[in-house]
C-alpha cells in the first residue's frame, strides 16, 4: 500500500467514524448517513486510492470535470452526484452519467431533467436545492418557493424527488449552521405533507468537511466531504 493510499484510507476511517459517533448522539446508526467525498479539488491518484478504500461516491461541482473524471475513471464502479449549480444546456451530458443530481435550484432545471431523463428512457433521482441561509452568493430555491413546487412534483414522471439539499451560512460558526440545519429538516417535514403520493423527501444532503457532524445530529442523510479526507495528502 502507498503513502497516498495509507493515510487517504485512515482518514476516511476516521470520518465515518465520525459519522457514527454523530449519529449515534442522535440515535440513529451511521449506517443511515451516505458519505458524499467531494473530488473537486484533487487529482487522478487521489481518487483512485480513495476507490480503493471503499469509497465509491464521489460528487463533482461542474458539470465539464464530472463528464471528463467520469471518462477517466470508466473502468471504476463509481456512482457520481452532480453537487454543483447545473445549467439547463449541460443536463444532456451530465444526466446519462449520474446517480443523483443534487442541485436542483430552479423548475425550470426540474423541466429539463425530465424532458432528458424522458428521452434517455430513464428516471433520474435529484434534491432540490434550497437557500436555507439566505445568501445572496448562493444558489438555490427560496425556502417558501419550495412548498408550492413540492405539490406539483407528480408533473415530472422522469424525475425522482428524493429529498433536499442545502449549505450552511458562510458566517456564524457551528451555533448558524445547527440552525440552518434544522431550518431545512423542518422545512422538509412541512413541505413533506403535501407532496404526491411516491414523493416523501426522505433525503436530506447537508453538512461539509466543517459541518459535518452537525448535520447528522439534525438528521443528514447525506453529508459532502471534501478536505477532510484528504488531510495530509499536500492537496
Request: glycine share 8%; proline share 4%; with cysteine.
Amino acid at each position: 500500500m502507498s503513502d497516498l493510499t495509507r493515510v487517504i484510507a485512515e482518514n476516511l476511517a476516521e470520518v465515518r467514524g465520525r459519522i457514527a459517533e454523530a449519529a449515534a448522539r442522535a440515535g440513529r446508526g451511521g449506517d443511515a448517513i451516505k458519505l458524499v467525498a467531494v473530488t473537486k479539488y484533487v487529482g487522478e491518484d487521489e481518487i483512485r486510492a480513495l476507490v480503493a478504500a471503499g469509497c465509491t461516491t464521489l460528487g463533482e461541482n461542474r458539470p465539464q470535470a464530472l463528464c471528463k473524471r467520469a471518462e477517466t475513471f470508466r473502468d471504476l464502479q463509481i456512482q457520481w452526484h452532480m453537487i454543483g449549480h447545473l445549467q439547463r444546456n449541460k443536463v444532456r451530458r451530465v444526466a446519462p452519467l449520474v446517480t443523483m443530481i443534487e442541485s436542483v435550484d430552479s423548475p425550470s432545471l426540474l423541466e429539463a431533467i425530465d424532458r432528458i431523463a424522458g428521452e434517455l428512457g430513464r428516471r433520474v433521482p435529484v434534491l432540490l436545492e434550497v437557500n436555507i441561509s439566505g445568501e445572496s452568493q448562493k444558489h438555490g430555491l427560496a425556502p417558501d418557493h419550495l412548498p408550492p413546487l413540492a405539490q406539483t412534483l407528480d408533473n415530472y414522471p422522469h424525475v425522482e424527488v428524493l429529498g433536499l439539499m442545502a449549505m450552511a451560512s458562510l458566517a456564524g460558526g457551528e451555533d448558524r449552521a445547527r440552525a440552518d440545519f434544522a431550518a431545512l429538516r423542518e422545512l422538509r417535514d412541512r413541505a413533506r405533507r403535501d407532496c404526491p403520493a411516491g414523493v416523501s423527501l426522505d433525503e436530506l444532503s447537508i453538512g461539509m468537511s466543517g459541518d459535518f457532524e452537525t448535520a447528522v445530529e439534525e438528521g443528514a442523510t447525506i453529508v459532502r466531504i471534501g478536505s477532510a479526507l484528504f488531510e495530509g495528502t499536500d492537496r
